[in-house]
């Protein structure tokens, strides 16, 4: 067996671990910058009493006037699971449903960018047809960075408490984001400007009582969205609201009929 050179390193797999492990610990610990607005104290802790929190009503919603291939996108740190109310509310309205196939939502990286790019590619050949991707919070920015990239395999893009506009600073989760990641919130390893428009038709759904992230940022500015449909719902509200689910169904005819 060869024997490494003097000059070569050896492997350091513990002060490689400790080294991610104090630069997440810097990134968590990082202080707010000035005049950056985030939801009120009382709107965060309402998130919080609402972890588990499930309205029980069962609803009926009309059908599609234009059943869709869709694609599904978990937010931050969420299962697809948790989504699984607005999943079956779409495929009873006739939409063809899917979910993006990754799991927990931990963050951007190239393979798992790269991973979705192949999938929405895949399944609107086999659709014969391009997808709507509805994203909830982050992964609203995967749909719209999918979009640009994936143009001709994407028909619309409806997002749900999303930050794609201003800072990426102007919420209540920044911190846990670096925590997790190990990466800047506004340096993430996939590049592109969230708050440029793709070209398919895009809908921001946003809430006045959003207690993570500033409704300035999911509502975004003309220009950057078709259309701004406010709903009033917690941020975790958007995964299962009855009427976060009636206005995606809306707003899917509404893309579907604009083009």
């Keep these: 067996m060869t024997e490494p050179a003097l000059n070569e390193q050896a492997p350091r797999p513990f002060s490689d671990l ?6 997440r610990a810097r990134l968590a610990s990082e202080a ?7 939801p ?33 996108l978990p937010g931050f740190g969420a299962h697809p699971k948790r989504m699984r109310p607005l999943l079956r509310a779409l495929g009873e309205a006739g939409h063809r449903t899917h979910e993006w196939g990754l799991g927990f939502n931990f963050g ?10 192949g ?14 991707l509805v994203g909830w919070s982050l992964g609203g920015l995967f749909a719209r960075e999918i979009a640009k990239q994936r143009p001709g395999s994407v028909a619309a893009v409806i997002t ?28 993430p390893p996939i590049p592109g400007d969230f708050a440029i428009k793709p070209a398919a038709p895009t809908v921001a759904l946003w809430s006045p009582r959003d207690g993570i992230v500033d409704p300035r940022s999911t509502c975004g500015w003309p220009g950057e969205r078709d259309r701004a ?31």
């Design 119 to 132: 999938r929405v590619a895949d399944l609107a050949r086999e659709e014969g047809a391009p997808l709507v």
């Design 40 to 72: 009120r104290l009382a709107l965060l802790l309402s998130e919080v009493m609402a972890l588990g929190a499930r309205r029980k009503a069962e609803c009926t919603y009309p059908p599609a006037r234009h059943p869709q291939p869709v694609m599904l």
């Design 229 to 259: 449909v406010a709903v009033r719902c917690n941020h975790l509200g958007f995964a299962h609201d009855p009427r976060v689910i009636a206005e995606v169904l809306r707003q899917i005819d509404w893309a579907v009929e604009s083009v």
């Design 18 to 23: 400790r080294d991610g492990i104090e630069r």
């Design 32 to 38: 707010s910058p000035a005049g950056i607005r985030r």
């Design 108 to 117: 951007p990286t190239p393979a798992n960018f790269a991973f979705l790019l």
């Design 160 to 187: 749900m408490g999303t930050p794609f506009s201003g800072d990426r600073r102007a919420n209540n989760a920044w911190r846990a984001y670096q925590l997790v990641t190990g990466h800047p919130v506004d340096a």
